[in-house]
């Protein structure tokens, strides 16, 4: 493929890892590769963009990065027919606890605490996102795997004026003096340290079968969590107003991953999709 080449990253990582000037989608591009018999794509390889020019978020979103500003990049994961995942859901949860750590070990000697928030961001002492997370299935490369793409953009380095929108940040913003100095090699530090996490939490699952709660990911992804313990709404994305639909406490995590919120009646749901934000002194903060 043109502009494509396989690059060397860290000892830590293994499989293969794909670098691209512009496209318009690292997962579109993933996707792309699985069914590319001339580009081996084993579990774990990824595909990494200076520049993502339309890229796709959750709900279907636009997630676009500057050319190198930033981190976007997307992994392949084949998984076993076999195993018994409940939910693909995991595998996002697994994919922001390996951000969170590969973000909080360059920002916690800053003083700032880095958390998940559910169901595919990382932010920053709660409330400023500097990573959004996507997952999709994609084709299979043999009858006895499932393929999952996984796509993930981290804000490296960019100014107050370059915020797409008030709440986001990125390395640079909380004080992190190489990402503003070397945003590429900054971007690849984060990529090598984001893989080794992801493949152990992913090789947790499949040894567990597909357990979250044996593999540990379901007991980590709830203590990262900051949405569990507070008071949220929860609006549906089509509202122009985003005005919460439901308000109450996220106690828990599901045995799929879906946020088991407490109400004020006193009875519990599963949200499984929406827009999640927290609610401070009785009033809704968007």
């Known amino acids: 493929m043109d502009g494509l080449q396989r690059i060397p990253l860290d000892p830590r990582v293994n499989a293969p890892v794909y670098h691209i000037a512009s496209t318009p989608s690292t997962n579109s591009l993933a996707v792309e590769l699985i069914t590319d018999p001339a580009t081996p794509t084993p579990h774990m390889t990824t595909v990494v963009a200076a520049e993502q020019t339309a890229g796709r978020g959750r709900l279907t979103r636009t997630w676009t990065s500057a050319p190198g500003k930033g981190l976007t990049a997307s992994t392949i994961l084949s998984l076993p027919t076999s195993l018994a995942l409940a939910s693909s859901g995991w595998l996002i949860h697994a994919c922001a606890l390996a951000v969170r750590d590969a973000v909080d070990a360059r920002l916690a000697p800053l003083g700032r605490a880095t958390h998940t928030k559910w169901p595919n961001d990382v932010c920053v002492d709660g409330k400023r996102k500097i990573c959004g997370i996507l997952g999709e299935v994609a084709p299979a490369s043999s009858p006895f795997v499932n393929t ?79 949405t569990i313990g507070s008071r949220i709404g929860v609006a549906d994305p089509t509202d122009p107003t985003g005005a919460p639909q439901l308000e109450g406490t996220a106690t828990a995590l599901s045995p799929i991953g879906t946020l088991v919120v407490l109400l004020d009646d006193g009875t519990t749901t599963d949200v499984s999709a929406g827009d999640v934000t927290p609610i401070a002194n009785g009033k809704h903060r968007a």
């Open 148 to 226: 999952f793409v996984i796509g993930y953009g981290v804000n490296i380095s960019m100014t107050d004026d370059e915020r797409p929108t008030p709440e986001a940040t990125a390395l640079s913003l909380e004080g992190d003096q190489e990402a503003a100095a070397s945003p590429r090699g900054t971007a690849l530090a984060l990529l090598a340290d984001i893989l080794v996490g992801l493949d152990r939490r992913i090789t947790g699952l499949i040894n567990a079968d597909g357990d979250p709660i044996a593999s540990g990911l379901a007991h980590e992804a709830t203590t990262r969590c900051a």
